[in-house]
Structures are given as C-alpha cells and as structure tokens.
Nanobody, 115 residues
Framework: QVQLVESGGGLVQSGGSLRLSCAAS????????VGWYRRAPGKQRELVAR???????NYADSVKGRFTISRDNAKNTLYLQMNSLKPEDTAVYYC?????????WGQGTQVTVSS
C-alpha cells in the first residue's frame, strides 16, 4: 500500500511559479509510472505530466515549456515545478502512482492563479 500526500499548492498571480511536492509513504521505484493530473472546475481530470516506468516524460500540450516533472527516488518524492502560471492552470492537482496494475492517488492540492 502506498499513500501519497501532495503539498505546495496555493494562490499565485498570473506569471508566477509554484512547486508541488508529492511524498510517498513507501518507496517509489524506478519501475513505477508517476505523474500529476488536474481537475479544473466543471472539467474532467486530465494528465498534466508523467514519468513512465521507462523513464520517459510526457506533458500535456498546454503546459509544455512551463512545467517540469521530476522525481527523487531516494526521498520518495515527486515534484512538479510550475512556471509562467496562467489562470487556466487553476485546478486541483493530484499525484498518481501506477505500479503494475495498482493505482494510487493523493488527496489533491488546490492551485489558484489570479489574473
């Protein structure tokens, strides 16, 4: 069983930056696929960025060049550096870990970008 706890969300002005963290209660393995998703008000949850078990990174087109996902396996922590934030980035951000057929989610952290 893995528990994921996000932190780092908050209120920021347009153009600002935030760094989200996701701490895992257990070990994060290099073979895990880890990622960040978000759900904006009235919209479905969408993938923001992920690191696959093969070590590849994928980003949503809307965040390419602005967001960077990274992982520190030694600290069992996943990060999402968000720069040049826009009001449309406002959402609840969720951390996700996929290990084989097992899927784990964090409780989410609110990010609000004011114009």
């Amino acid at each position: 069983q893995v528990q994921l706890v996000e932190s780092g969300g908050g209120l920021v002005q347009s153009g600002g930056s935030l760094r989200l963290s996701c701490a895992a209660s257990g070990s994060i393995f290099s073979t895990d696929t880890v990622g960040w998703y978000r759900r904006a008000p009235g919209k479905q949850r969408e993938l923001v960025a992920r690191i696959t078990s093969g070590g590849n990174t994928n980003y949503a087109d809307s965040v390419k060049g602005r967001f960077t996902i990274s992982r520190d396996n030694a600290k069992n922590t996943l990060y999402l550096q968000m720069n040049s934030l826009k009001p449309e980035d406002t959402a609840v951000y969720y951390c996700h870990l996929l290990r084989s057929w097992l899927s784990y989610w964090g409780q989410g952290t609110q990010v609000t970008v004011s114009s």
